[in-house]
């Protein structure tokens, strides 16, 4: 008896439960991330709507950050109603390419590689493979546009191609490391090629100024030729809704 009573104290304690708050009738995890340069509590929603995310120094006590959490609930509330809901694609019969909605043209005998068509996508296979066959499809989509953006851009500001890679980060559009390499976000094929393109002039010229200082600013007018103002517009009116797709 001894011996059971000392094996069950010896036992680990489970977790804790991950902490939620309730939004629009739904629990919404909250992830904290404890940041060594954080001097206050940041909060955010993911894109996605699938956790608030609350960044705290490291002296912060956790209960104190999900009490943060709940008294700006209304805020959140809002930013939850601004999610998009998600899409199926494939019911709905048309992908979003470039700005455009293009028809999905299925035919189980057809080849399997999609075809790009003047406003349509064609491609055979089985039907039930089709959502992640279209999703590495736009994935390559958002490769060759996004090389062939980074190689102008850079050409412009007379600078070397540096690597580029796809990311599906849920906040940022866009980074770009300290070792020179570029990440833009997948989901931008999905947007009107002005915008793509801004988020990719963008990146390019954190290659110079890894800052948002006024040589920042000069230079990425500089180089970019159409309006940042409305591409910045269109990111924050609309970016949200490039994550419906493809989960």
């Known amino acids: 008896m001894i011996e059971w009573l000392r094996d069950d104290y010896r036992r680990p304690a489970k977790p804790a439960a991950a902490p939620t708050i309730e939004l629009s009738g739904r629990a919404v995890p909250i992830a904290l ?13 993911a894109p996605d709507g699938s956790a608030v995310r609350i960044t705290l120094p490291r002296w912060c006590r956790s209960a104190d ?25 494939i019911a709905r019969g048309t992908i979003r390419y470039r700005g455009e909605e293009i028809a999905i043209r299925w035919a189980e005998d ?3 590689k999609p075809a790009l068509e003047e406003q349509a996508i064609r491609l055979g296979g089985p039907g039930g493979t089709l959502a992640p066959r ?6 390559t989509e958002a490769v060759r546009l996004m090389r062939a953006d980074l190689d ?34 997948w989901r931008l ?30 230079l990425l007018r500089e180089i970019y030729e159409d309006d940042l103002t409305a591409a910045d517009g269109w990111l924050r009116t609309h ?3 490039l994550y419906a797709d493809f989960g």
């Not at 404890?34 to 955010?44: C, S, Y």
């Not at 279209?134 to 994935?139: F, P, Q, T, V, Y």
């Not at 191609?161 to 866009?174: E, H, I, K, M």
């Open 134 to 139: 279209l999703n590495r499809w736009l994935e």
């Open 189 to 218: 094929v999905q947007a009107p090629d002005a915008i793509r393109r801004s988020v990719v002039a963008h990146e390019t010229a954190h290659l110079v100024h890894f800052d948002h200082s006024p040589s920042f600013h000069r």
């Open 65 to 89: 950050a999900v009490a943060f959490a709940k008294v700006r609930r209304d805020w959140l509330e809002a930013q939850f109603a601004k999610v998009p809901q998600a899409a199926d694609p």
């Open 239 to 241: 970016g949200r809704g």
């Open 152 to 185: 102008h851009y850079c050409t412009r500001a007379r600078l070397e191609v540096p690597d580029l890679r796809l990311t599906r980060a849920q906040r940022r559009w866009g980074s770009c490391s300290s070792k020179g390499v570029v990440r833009v976000n």
């Open 110 to 112: 057809a080849p399997r």
């Open 33 to 45: 991330n404890r940041h060594p340069r954080a001097k206050r509590l940041t909060l955010r929603l």
